[in-house]
């Protein structure tokens, strides 16, 4: 449903979050009229979004390769840098039908949602240890694959052990002292677990790259989302586990996914 807004009160809508700081204030107006249900709601959302949280949070998705992705307040909010670990992920998969699939630090279930519908038939393994963004996965993947509770690949089911086809991890990769210096939608409403890499921001990334060989099938890939400057670390990590490794950078998404492959029967 749309607020219909006079030309006088567009502009005064564009001109609040104009000095709220909303860079795209004019389309920001837009979406928030489109969401509401009515003036008391549009106030509502716009008073939201004014006082800092995140756009997507306000309206409650996200848009994501062509997807609308739910996303709940307090949720990290998918970036579109990470359709370059989609990208990266369709690359390597196997082309038949029926490939396993893990995602970890799934948040609202965006990139295991994106390649479960790019890649029609595979089956979808997804977790994350805050309930909130579970819930909110679960709502996005449905059908599409299962969703677990639990820290990193601790909730994944014994037997995946030695089938994975395509790991993929957009682990948080934030050192923990650069937190403080993100944007304030990040910092105040995202959960720090969503963001916090440790002192050099790789943590994460060496304890998914400790237990991808548990997981993987022969021949089998992680992908890890990670930064230029942070791509020798996270790549230096995979190749201490007895992994093949190739940095790939997304010049026009500015993103940088490290590929990692289990050794295996060539083009398994």
């Known amino acids: 449903m749309t607020v219909p807004l006079t030309t006088a009160a567009r502009d005064a809508l564009v001109a609040r979050l104009r000095a709220a700081g909303c860079v795209y204030a004019e389309d920001e107006a837009a979406l928030l009229a489109a969401e509401a249900t009515d003036p008391a709601a549009l106030a509502a959302l716009t008073a939201r979004r004014v006082a800092g949280e995140p756009l997507e949070q306000v309206v409650g998705w996200a848009a994501f390769r062509g997807l609308r992705v739910a996303v709940a307040p307090g949720v990290f909010v998918p970036r579109a840098r ?5 990208d990266a992920a369709l690359t390597v998969l196997p082309p038949a039908a029926g490939a396993t699939v893990v995602d970890l630090c ?7 949602l994106a390649l479960a519908t790019e890649r029609p038939g595979l089956a979808l393994w997804a977790s994350d240890i805050d309930p909130a ?15 677990l509770l639990g820290d990193l690949d601790a909730p994944l089911p014994a037997d995946l052990a030695g089938r994975v086809d395509v790991l993929v991890a957009n682990a948080p990769y934030v050192p923990t002292g650069e937190i403080a210096h993100m944007p304030p939608e990040a910092r105040d409403h995202e959960p720090r677990t969503a963001l916090d890499g440790g002192a050099d921001g790789v943590d994460l990334h060496r304890r998914v790259a400790a237990a991808a060989p548990r997981w993987l099938a022969p021949g089998g890939h992680l992908l890890i989302e990670t930064s230029v400057g942070q791509a020798g670390a996270t790549a230096a990590a995979c190749e201490g586990q007895g992994l093949a490794v190739r940095v790939v950078h997304d010049e026009e998404l500015d993103g940088t996914v490290v590929v990692a492959r289990r050794p295996g029967p060539a083009g398994s």
Do not use: D, I, K, P
């Open 106 to 112: 799934c948040g609202t279930g965006a990139v295991g």
């Open 82 to 86: 990470t359709g370059a670990l989609v």
């Open 133 to 147: 963004a579970v819930a909110c996965a679960r709502r996005n993947v449905g059908g599409l694959g299962t969703v």
